[in-house]
């Protein structure tokens, strides 16, 4: 079992950066591909960035690419999304996810922490 917890969010101008954290209890954390979903106001739920376990192989949608960057800590138990040149479509619930194996759909995860709310105004 892998429980998750984020946090991080806020209201930021566009143009600005926030930094989400999502700690994991667990002492398989290091074995599992971590990801940020966001949920946008009637959107469905997407993908915004992967890690693989050794953070070796990361994963980035097109809309996010230059902008944002995900990383690890396995010591700490904690995977990061700094989130940079943010803009009004970014304003959403963030939720990190694990699962093993490299997976890109929500369907596979296995794990989600609670959500954490991100809101940019223009």
């Known amino acids: 079992q892998v429980q998750l917890v984020e946090s991080g969010g806020g209201l930021v101008q566009a143009g600005g950066s926030l930094r989400l954290s999502c700690a994991a209890s667990?002492?398989?954390?290091?074995?599992?591909?971590m990801a940020w979903f966001r949920q946008g106001p009637g959107k469905e739920r997407e993908l915004v960035a992967a890690t693989s376990w050794r953070g070796d192989n990361t994963y980035y949608a097109d809309s996010v690419k230059g902008r944002f960057t995900i990383s690890r800590d396995n010591a700490k138990n904690t995977v990061y999304l700094q989130m940079n040149g943010l803009k009004a479509e970014d304003t959403a619930v963030y939720y990190c996810?694990?699962?093993?194996?490299?997976?890109?759909?929500?369907?596979?995860?296995?794990?989600w922490g609670q959500g954490t709310q991100v809101t940019v105004s223009s």
């Open positions: 996810a694990a699962r093993s194996g490299w997976r890109f759909t929500a369907s596979a995860y296995d794990y």
């Open positions: 667990g002492r398989t954390f290091s074995s599992y591909t």
